[in-house]
């Protein structure tokens, strides 16, 4: 993929963000500004009238956990839409710093540069096209649900897919810029891996040779090129847990209300499954397929924002595990060592707003709290048919 591709991929996801609120603008800021309230503005009047007018016959607290949704989608856009119109343009965010490109890519900054940003062009591309076509499918369905009549399509896509938009490229923003990171940080651990293999001493002296020492010694050291090329390494590790830091603290409380609002959204739509399923209704196989499209869009999130920071994390691992290999004989440069060590064990792990680990190590918080959600449902609907009487009082699950 050359320059031109990569940039005309970037600029059709900018443009994509522009107009549906998620991107800020280069210039005229104060209209972008506004066309991001009216967006909020449409997705909140369409949400709370959907609250409003929703009068499906079901238990109280099912139709509590099915409307949650609708006011978690609202709060996720609103701080979608704030960020980004108090952040601005942030290209200086990273692509200024020349000097810590220098220092990551090495003499080959230009060409490794190249093929960096090339991959990346390629790794956002696709998966914009996934997101999209993912959001499309569910359109299709959705108007093939309503036989093709474009006043429910307009509302019912109103109120679910455009905020689902939203929120999807926001989360996907979120991970080009971990992937982002990773990659530097993949490119960190090259250059390390560089300096631990040139202080091997030279082919055919072996330990017992009196010379041995000697040429260790000055090729540990390298008259302290190896300590220079390691504090640089150090300095841009800072600098990438830094911008790390803020990435978390931009993104955090969106991440946690996206993490309890599609918890509860796919509880629903499990236990929706669960309904049909003990007595099926084929006829609204439509409906079927855009609710497993539905869950499964829940799940994916859940594991998106866990799984994006995962990646960050290994390579962190990794780094430490070469400053572990490198082969130390001299006191500062042993300090220094020891003081990269510590600053990749303290920046090791990460939390939304202190809530949610970002780990797939708290997979299973989620999936206990899932089960736990779905079982006490099904209770009682059970205990409610026992109660009532299935045939007077079965919950529908075909409601939209």
């Known amino acids: 993929m050359n320059n031109s591709q990569g940039n005309s991929h970037l600029g059709l996801f900018w443009i ?5 609120a998620v991107a800020p603008s280069k210039r005229r800021r104060a209209l ?4 991001c309230l009216l967006v909020l503005g449409y997705v909140c009047s369409f949400n709370i009238w959907k609250c409003i007018s929703f009068n499906s016959d079901m238990l109280t607290i099912e139709r509590v956990l099915y409307l949650m949704e609708y006011p978690g989608n609202m709060f996720i856009v609103a701080l979608i839409i704030y960020n980004v119109i108090r952040s601005g343009p942030r290209r200086k965010y990273i692509a200024r710093q020349t000097k810590l490109f220098q220092v990551i890519f090495g003499p080959d900054q230009s060409k490794s540069a190249h093929q960096f940003r090339a991959r990346l062009h390629r790794k956002s591309f696709k998966l914009l096209l996934m997101t999209l076509a993912f959001h499309s499918l569910c359109l299709l369905i959705d108007m093939s649900y309503f036989g093709f009549d474009w006043v429910k399509t307009w509302s019912s896509n109103s109120v679910h897919n455009l905020p689902a938009v939203i929120i999807s490229l926001n ?15 993949k490119q960190l651990c090259r250059r390390l891996e560089e300096l631990r293999l040139s202080q091997r001493p030279p082919m055919g002296l072996n330990k017992l040779d009196v010379r041995y020492e000697l040429a260790f010694s000055l090729l540990v050291n390298a008259g302290g090129g190896s300590l220079l090329l390691l504090e ?12 790390h830091e803020q990435l978390i603290g931009s993104f955090g ?7 309890g609002n599609s918890l509860i959204s796919l509880c ?3 236990f929706s499954l669960f309904k ?15 609710r497993c499209l539905w869950s499964f869009m829940h799940a994916e999130r859940i594991w998106f924002i866990l799984v994006a920071n995962e990646r960050l994390l290994e390579q962190k691992c990794h780094l430490s595990m070469l400053l572990n290999q490198l082969v130390v004989c001299e006191t500062r440069l042993e300090q220094s060592v020891n003081r990269f060590l510590l600053e990749i064990q303290v920046g090791l792990r990460q939390k939304a707003c202190g809530i949610i680990d970002l780990d797939t190590l708290a ?25 009532m009487g299935f045939a007077v009082n079965r919950s529908h699950w075909n409601y939209v």
Do not use: T
Request: charged share 15%; net charge negative; glycine share 6%.
């Open 16 to 20: 994509i963000g522009l107009c549906l």
């Open 32 to 35: 972008h500004g506004i066309w």
């Open 171 to 185: 989360l996907l923003q979120f991970d080009l810029a971990l992937r982002f990171l990773c990659l530097l940080e």
């Open 232 to 243: 640089q390494i150090r300095s841009a590790s800072s600098q990438l847990n830094r911008l």
């Open 253 to 259: 409380l969106i991440l946690v209300l996206n993490c």
């Open 268 to 270: 629903e739509e499990v």
């Open 276 to 290: 049909f399923f003990e007595k099926p209704e084929w006829d609204e196989w439509l409906l079927l397929i855009y």
């Open 363 to 387: 997979l299973g918080g989620f999936i206990s709290a899932f089960m736990a959600i779905v079982i006490f449902l099904i209770q009682i609907e059970l205990g409610n048919k026992s109660l």
